[in-house]
């Protein structure tokens, strides 16, 4: 059967044509149910290319650039995921992919980890139409302002979970506009990497992030304003994060509710984050009510994640990939006890402690699967090894070095005798924000 175009109304956004999506399915039979829902994209106004095959699907997309598509998994073995491979693949990356998938497959491990690799997002089936069109509306713009930062925004962005979900429909629609976001959450729930995300999506890597922290600045005393008019400085046309903002000395404060107000020029995206309730320290008087009123305007809370169960899988075997690095040595999963473990534990230090307990356990792990012990979750404490020491040690140093040094990097790199690239990655490996 050859694929066919439906043509929806012509009515796109500031006068333009209408979005459209590339769905592909492996035959009529098994599209069927999700006919209802593509005739509703129709009716909104996308223009929706039923494929059947994936050599249709490849044509067509040598043919025109089709910025977001629908992968429909009715089943998975070898072939199916062949095919979604070579479409990818083929589409390159300025194609965001979301997938259709039978609730069933999401237990096989292979469909998952093609899922995490290949695809913006994913919907069970039967898909509820309002949220697949809006995933499909921020699949778009991500697809079409920031192709090359697609792969690098899901590294940010990973789990399955609702909330992660959430999240991803947050940081494309807040990538769209210039307003100051606000983050907050608890210490490890990956607020940094949302505003990593944002950061990313709205200006790509080529322009400067600079991170603050409001606790480092306050420890200036009289020098505290001039840290911030710097760090204004070398974010201009990025983005300046502003990390628990709560602790934000109230002079500097009424300085950031000028800048936010306009009084002051700033040229770069204001990204704060917190870890407690700002609305409750203002009743408190510890925090100004103007600039917590500023801040609401595009705010997002992070769930910890003893709250998203559902995340903490795909962010183990995430963390584990990252570990292994180049090469084909070190572990490729985990024992189904150390899973077990995993998913029993309730992350007191959030995905911060979850990344930090899989690398060590990968390092120190010599066949190819993690074993519950190497967790350290369970029964008696372990007794670090040598190679883990000496990382402690190691995460102690650069801790020290930075809060030495006002969290200045150059000088910090400096104190410990290794250059600027090589504490850049220890803060990575280590987690150090």
Same mark, same amino acid.
């Given at each position: 059967?050859?694929?066919?175009?439906?043509?929806?109304?012509?009515?796109?956004?500031?006068?333009?044509?209408?979005?459209?999506?590339?769905?592909?399915?492996?035959?009529?039979?098994?599209?069927?149910?999700?006919?209802?829902?593509?005739?509703?994209?129709?009716?909104?106004?996308?223009?929706?290319?039923?494929?059947?095959?994936?050599?249709?699907?490849?044509? $067509?997309?040598?043919?025109?650039?089709?910025?977001?598509?629908?992968?429909?998994?009715?089943?998975?073995?070898?072939?199916?995921?062949?095919?979604?491979?070579?479409?990818?693949?083929?589409?390159?990356?300025?194609?965001?992919?979301?997938?259709?998938?039978?609730?069933?497959?999401?237990?096989?491990?292979?469909?998952?980890?093609?899922?995490?690799?290949?695809?913006?997002?994913?919907?069970?089936?039967?898909?509820?139409?309002?949220?697949?069109?809006?995933?499909?509306?921020?699949?778009?713009?991500?697809?079409?302002?920031?192709? /090359?930062?697609?792969?690098?925004?899901?590294?940010?962005?990973?789990?399955?979970?609702?909330?992660?979900?959430?999240?991803?429909?947050?940081?494309?629609?807040?990538?769209?506009?210039?307003?100051?976001?606000?983050?907050?959450?608890?210490?490890?729930?990956?607020?940094?990497? $949302?505003?990593?995300?944002?950061?990313?999506?709205?200006?790509?890597?080529?322009?400067?992030?600079?991170?603050?922290?409001?606790?480092?600045?306050?420890? $200036?005393?009289?020098?505290?304003?001039?840290?911030?008019?710097?760090?204004?400085?070398?974010?201009?046309?990025?983005?300046?994060?502003?990390?628990?903002?709560?602790? $934000?000395?109230?002079?500097?404060?009424?300085?950031?509710?000028?800048?936010?107000?306009?009084?002051?020029?700033?040229?770069?995206?204001?990204?704060?984050?917190?870890?407690?309730?700002?609305?409750?320290?203002?009743?408190?008087?510890?925090?100004?009510?103007?600039?917590?009123?500023?801040?609401?305007?595009?705010?997002?809370?992070?769930?910890?994640?003893?709250?998203?169960?559902?995340?903490?899988?795909?962010?183990?075997?995430?963390?584990?990939?990252?570990?292994?690095?180049?090469?084909?040595?070190?572990?490729?999963?985990?024992?189904?006890?150390?899973?077990?473990?995993?998913?029993?534990?309730?992350?007191?230090?959030?995905?911060?402690?979850?990344?930090?307990?899989?690398?060590?356990?990968?390092?120190?792990?010599?066949?190819?699967?993690?074993?519950?012990?190497?967790?350290?979750?369970?029964?008696?404490?372990?007794? /670090?090894?040598?190679?883990?020491?000496?990382?402690?040690?190691?995460?102690?140093?650069?801790?020290?070095?930075?809060?030495?040094?006002?969290?200045?990097?150059?000088?910090?790199?400096?104190?410990?005798?290794?250059?600027?690239?090589?504490?850049?990655?220890?803060?990575?490996?280590?987690?150090?924000?």
């Amino acid at each position: 059967m050859h694929g066919r175009t439906s043509r929806g109304p012509a009515a796109g956004a500031a006068g333009r044509g209408p979005r459209e999506v590339l769905y592909l399915a492996p035959g009529p039979e098994a599209a069927a149910p999700a006919e209802p829902v593509l005739s509703a994209l129709d009716r909104a106004g996308w223009r929706v290319h039923r494929v059947h095959a994936s050599g249709q699907a490849m044509g $067509l997309l040598a043919r025109r650039p089709v910025r977001v598509g629908l992968i429909h998994l009715p089943r998975f073995d070898g072939e199916a995921e062949a095919a979604v491979r070579g479409v990818v693949e083929a589409a390159g990356g300025g194609t965001a992919w979301v997938a259709l998938v039978e609730r069933r497959l999401l237990a096989v491990e292979r469909c998952r980890r093609l899922i995490r690799s290949a695809c913006y997002d994913f919907h069970t089936l039967p898909p509820d139409p309002e949220r697949l069109a809006a995933t499909l509306g921020h699949a778009h713009g991500m697809a079409v302002l920031h192709r /090359p930062e697609g792969t690098a925004v899901r590294g940010l962005l990973v789990g399955e979970s609702e909330a992660t979900h959430r999240l991803r429909v947050w940081v494309a629609e807040a990538a769209a506009r210039p307003e100051p976001a606000l983050i907050a959450g608890e210490a490890g729930a990956g607020k940094a990497r $949302l505003a990593r995300a944002l950061h990313l999506l709205a200006g790509g890597p080529g322009r400067p992030l600079v991170e603050l922290d409001a606790g480092r600045i306050a420890r $200036l005393g009289g020098r505290a304003g001039a840290a911030l008019d710097r760090a204004r400085a070398e974010a201009t046309g990025g983005t300046l994060m502003l990390r628990r903002i709560e602790r $934000l000395p109230p002079d500097v404060q009424r300085e950031l509710v000028r800048w936010l107000s306009g009084e002051v020029e700033v040229a770069a995206r204001i990204v704060c984050t917190t870890r407690v309730a700002l609305r409750e320290r203002v009743l408190e008087r510890r925090f100004s009510a103007e600039l917590c009123l500023v801040l609401q305007g595009r705010a997002v809370a992070i769930p910890p994640l003893r709250e998203r169960p559902a995340d903490v899988r795909p962010l183990a075997h995430h963390f584990l990939e990252l570990g292994r690095g180049p090469g084909l040595g070190g572990p490729l999963g985990f024992t189904r006890r150390a899973m077990d473990a995993l998913l029993a534990h309730d992350w007191p230090g959030n995905v911060r402690e979850l990344e930090a307990r899989v690398r060590m356990a990968a390092r120190a792990t010599e066949g190819r699967v993690v074993p519950a012990e190497a967790l350290g979750l369970a029964g008696r404490p372990r007794v /670090p090894t040598l190679a883990e020491a000496r990382l402690l040690a190691e995460r102690a140093a650069v801790r020290d070095a930075l809060a030495a040094c006002g969290g200045n990097v150059s000088r910090a790199a400096h104190m410990l005798g290794i250059s600027r690239a090589s504490l850049y990655r220890l803060m990575a490996r280590h987690g150090i924000e």
